[in-house]
């Protein structure tokens, strides 16, 4: 039962990414990407890690992709870009097969165990964020007010550069 | 047999926030005639008559309802509703369409699953707890749905293909989101208030008298974090005086320019079980859900039962409170409710915030 | 329980895809979604990893990468949006000049 499960989810993550890559208006892929982001926060709650599966959606599927949505939307693009270029898509198929030939018969053999019981409750989490990581924390929340302040001085509107 | 406590919990929470709703529209209505000094709805039904005798009461009662507007709101909206034709614009998908208000009302009927409607009873050997679902995250989940409503809007406004409906969803999206930050940071002095992420602790909290006199309500001890909290949550409902996104339909075009019949009305109905779920985390986290303030209840189902009626009658409170409010005040512009969004209810919620926690840790 | 290693292949795979794409794009906001997909492989694998020891550090590395994508979002879509002004598209081969 909860293989099935696995499978239909696995199976709607890795459509929506494929989704994302395909289709030719960008609002559309910007859609499956939520899906996709939907999908793996599904993927963490089968792995126990509950705090980071809410916090998927809000930060991601809330927050980023709602500014990726405006972007699109406030743009108007529709999507009508040059046909992409076939020999660097080859290219770098050709790249990943050689990669997932070298690492995936070493995972698989590896790592087909069942894991430990180790629940990510927001508690756990926490206490390891505001103890032992406490200083990657502060730094975390300065790289916010930069990014914030660095966004809204890009994106200003000046006299000169008024269009949208 | 598992499975079917947790069908029966289910089938209870949905008929209660669909209830909820639909109490909400009928208050709506006729509230707002009140309010407007007009009589409102009451033709629908108010001449339901029968010469079968043994009939006559039930037609009674239908007459008694038709004319309150109950039958007008409940029964006539919704057929209209489903005979309309439902038209798709030239130039949007199908899909994309029929997904406004999918998004717009799925995160909140996914949100009651957290809602305690009544105390814990034991019937027949089992404790029951009546919340659908009991996630380690809480709150925080409430959180997520009311960031994932942001797409209902933002969609819907794509959809119109025109240029004003583009606008006016962006803009209230731009609103929803403005919003949410206040009303998250008061979220979570609530939870460093209570020390727990799960409603029903928080109720559970709520039923001790501090002082000997004083219920432990939320709402004695944390007054800002409600003002703040109600406040932000009406914005996110895009209801009282937020309504731009809706009002813009009055002057030029709003987000729901190019919906009708069943769509419209499941815009409409998310955000009636939108304000229900506002009350209900109003009334759960500050006014003490079920408890009546000094009285215990019993452990078993009569005690489930009356905790579950004060429940109700205190969400129907926040309603009603919530659709006086729309009706009284008039409505914000666009650059006020960004300079009270960001200005004014974040910096009081964070101030909050720093309060409660050195509060918390000296006491 | 399932077995990690699906968790890990299908994190490979979303990876190679996430690649594809930013090779094969031209809309540089489809680019940009595209090393989205790579980020969010790459936390899936952390949150198996700290499955698999029983170590939680790893869900904090997955929390510091979902603070550092939503600040790289912000400046990045800024970025997008002040050159668009410039040059009024947002293909990836329009912006080759270096005179705006």
Known sequence: MEEIIWYIIAGLTLASALGVLIMKKPLYSAFCLVLHL???????????AHFLATAQIIVYAGAIMVLVVFVIMLLSLDGAEKKPSYFLGGLSLVAIFALFKMLLPALRDTFSVSGTNLQGDVKSIGLLLYTKYIYSFEVASILIMVAIVGAVILAKRTKKNVTT | MEWIILLIKIIVVFNLAQGLASICVWVERKGSALIQDRIGANRAGAYFYTDNILLKPVFAVVRLLGILGIVNTLFCDAVKGLFKEDFVPKGTSNFIHSLGPFMAVFPVFLAYALIPVAPDFEIGGYKIRPQVAN?????????????????????AGWCGNNKFSLLGGLRSAAQMISY???LGVSLVSMVILYGTLDLYDMVVKQTVLIGGFLPAWGIFTQPLAFVIFFVAGMAETKRAPFDLPESESELVAGYFTEYSGMKFLLFWLGEFAEIALLSALVVLMFFG??????????????GALIGHIVFVSKVVFFCILQIVVRWTLPRFRYDQLMHLGWKILLPASLLNLLITAVLKLAL | MLPLSHY????????????????????TIVVFMCIEIMLNAVNLTFVTFSKLHGNLEGQIGVFFVMV?????????????????????????????????
């Open chain 2, 289 to 302: 859900g079920w408890d009546i303030p000094y009285v215990t209840l019993p452990g078993d189902w009569i």
């Open chain 1, 38 to 48: 939907f999908m793996i926060a599904a993927l963490f709650a089968l792995l126990d």
């Open chain 3, 68 to 100: 550092v994508a939503a600040a790289e979002a912000a400046v990045g879509l800024a970025i997008i949006i002040s050159v668009f002004r410039s040059i009024l598209s947002v293909e990836t081969t329009d912006s080759g000049e270096l005179k705006l």
């Open chain 2, 180 to 182: 949410e930050l206040a």
């Open chain 2, 135 to 155: 996630l380690d995250v809480g709150v925080l989940f409430i959180f997520a749905m009311a960031s994932i409503a942001v797409y209902g809007v933002t969609i």
């Open chain 3, 8 to 27: 890990i292949v299908l994190a490979a795979i979303l990876f190679g895809v996430g690649a594809l794409g930013v090779m094969v794009r031209r809309n």
